[in-house]
């Protein structure tokens, strides 16, 4: 089992930065792939970034790649998500997760609770 545990949500005004953190205890941090999940009221939780269980090879999705940054610290068993430029359609609540390297949402074995992120217009 692995708990994950999200912090860092607020709210903060469009262009504004964030930086969420997702701290990792249980099994072998680095034994996983990584990863930023999101979901807006009335929608389906979506992909927004991973990073591989070294760290070496990130992925993003096309609507934050530029703006968001994940990175990890396996020493630490923590991963973080920097998001820059803030958007109002970025509004969602956050959920780190941990598992197979991918965007699909069935790749990830573990969840966090989530986190709120609101950006105001």
């Known amino acids: 089992q692995v708990q994950l545990v999200e912090s860092g949500g607020g709210l903060v005004q469009a262009g504004g930065s964030l930086r969420l953190s997702c701290a990792a205890s249980g099994r072998t941090f680095s034994g996983y792939a990584m990863a930023w999940f999101r979901q807006a009221p009335g929608k389906d939780r979506e992909f927004a970034a991973t990073?591989?269980?070294?760290?070496?090879?990130?992925d993003y999705a096309d609507s934050v790649k530029g703006r968001f940054t994940i990175s990890r610290d396996n020493a630490k068993n923590t991963v973080y998500l920097q998001m820059n430029s803030l958007k109002p359609e970025d509004t969602a609540v956050y959920y780190c997760?941990?598992?197979?390297?991918?965007?699909?949402?069935?790749?990830?074995?573990?969840w966090g609770q989530g986190t709120q992120v609101t950006v105001s217009s």
């Open positions: 997760a941990a598992g197979g390297y991918g965007l699909a949402v069935e790749l990830y074995d573990y």
């Open positions: 990073i591989s269980r070294s760290g070496l090879t990130t």
